[in-house]
């Protein structure tokens, strides 16, 4: 089970930090993605970090900008989002998936959260 938390609303230029937290097992062995959604259109790929640690990726629209991480126990996945602009404003969701490269489709996810909702105001 995946739990996300972190999100909230804020100002353009802001900053969020999204947190990710598993249950019943650890983050050892899965790549960890972040996706985010907008109501009316389909989910996109914000980051992902493989389950190795050494692939990472990063949306066009958000390099430069976010940073994925994980911690040591392998319990968290974080997602640092800075400078921060209205078209970010989404339901974002972690998801886990085994032994992925971080450049995964989402549907190759096993297992995913409920969401958090990120609202940015210019």
């Known amino acids: 089970q995946l739990t996300e938390s972190g999100g909230g609303s804020v100002q353009v230029g802001d900053s969020l930090t999204l947190s990710c937290a598993t249950s019943?097992?650890?983050?050892?062995?899965?790549?960890v993605g972040w996706f985010r959604q907008v109501p009316g259109k389909e989910r996109e790929s914000v980051s992902a970090?493989?389950?190795?640690?050494?692939?990472?990726y990063y949306a066009d629209s958000v390099k430069g900008r976010f940073t994925i991480s994980r911690d040591s126990a392998q319990t968290k996945v974080y997602l640092q989002m800075n400078s921060l602009k209205p078209e970010d404003t989404a339901i974002y969701y972690c998801?886990?998936?085994?032994w992925g490269t971080g450049y995964d489709p989402d549907s190759d996810y096993q297992y995913w959260g409920q969401g958090t909702q990120v609202t940015v105001s210019s």
């Open positions: 970090l493989s389950w190795s640690d050494r692939d990472t």
């Open positions: 019943g097992r650890t983050f050892s062995s899965y790549a």
């Open positions: 998801a886990a998936r085994l």
